[in-house]
């Protein structure tokens, strides 16, 4: 089962905006990480939040955690054609490497 | 170096047989998880192997296992295939067991089962 939920599902923007989307987990976590999926491949990392950190940011993106709401955020800023894909979310608190992933959110960046 | 390599990355069955499925992981890697994606239950975890020992299962029936080598390159084994069991199966390794572990995924096996 999943660990939570991915808001929005799906999202469409014009190349340049903004793209921000949402995870709610519902256990406690050690860390929160982001992964991105392009057309049914392997998912790549992009980046990993700690649950004792708040923010973080690597290049055009900004994740946030809020651990008193379950919630985390990502930002994808000045978005690119090169963009668009799945993302997701993925927590673990268990023992090894165990991920538990949300929904994913599916972003269209038009040019 | 070499990313992770996943094989076959197609392949078609019926319902009654079995598959079984290869990753081989980065070298150093010596964790190797194994996640199974379809559109209707998305990514679902199905076990992981560190050192040759299975460490974490997910909730999947008996038919899905798995084994690791002392290469740290693994197998997975679907047995008695179901028309559900179609999906894109990932696998994916880490270096480390314990800590905060970044994954890197193979390109994915699809499996389709008519």
């Known amino acids: 089962s999943q660990q939570g939920e991915e808001d929005p599902q799906a999202l469409s923007i014009q190349e340049g905006e903004n793209a921000t989307m949402n995870c709610s987990y519902k256990?406690?976590?050690?860390?929160l990480q982001w992964y991105r999926q392009n057309s049914g491949r392997g998912l790549v990392h992009l980046i990993l939040?700690?649950?004792?950190?708040r923010e973080k940011h690597s290049g055009r993106l900004r994740v946030t955690l809020d651990t008193s709401k379950k919630s985390s955020s990502l930002l994808i800023t000045a978005s690119r054609a090169a963009d668009t894909a799945s993302y997701f979310c993925?927590?673990?608190?268990?023992?090894?490497?165990?991920?538990?992933f949300g929904g994913g959110t599916r972003v269209l960046v038009k040019p | 170096k070499a990313g992770v390599t996943q094989t076959p990355r197609y392949l078609i069955k019926t319902r009654g047989q079995q598959v079984t499925l290869s990753c081989s992981p980065i070298?150093?890697?010596?964790?190797v998880s194994w996640y199974q994606q379809t559109p209707g239950q998305g990514l679902q975890f199905l076990f992981e192997?560190?050192?040759?020992?299975?460490?974490n299962k997910g909730n999947f029936p008996g038919r899905f296992s798995g084994r690791q080598f002392s290469n740290s390159r693994s197998e997975m084994n679907v047995s008695t295939l179901e028309l559900g069991d179609s999906a894109l199966y990932l696998c994916?390794?880490?270096?480390?067991?314990?800590?905060?572990?970044?994954?890197?995924f193979g390109a994915g096996s699809r499996l389709t089962v008519l």
């Open positions: 993925a927590t673990d608190g268990a023992a090894g490497n165990k991920l538990t």
């Open positions: 256990t406690s976590i050690n860390n």
């Open positions: 939040i700690r649950s004792n950190e």
């Open positions: 070298s150093g890697h010596r964790s």
């Open positions: 192997y560190f050192s040759e020992t299975q460490r």
């Open positions: 994916a390794c880490a270096q480390g067991v314990t800590g905060a572990n970044v994954l890197t």
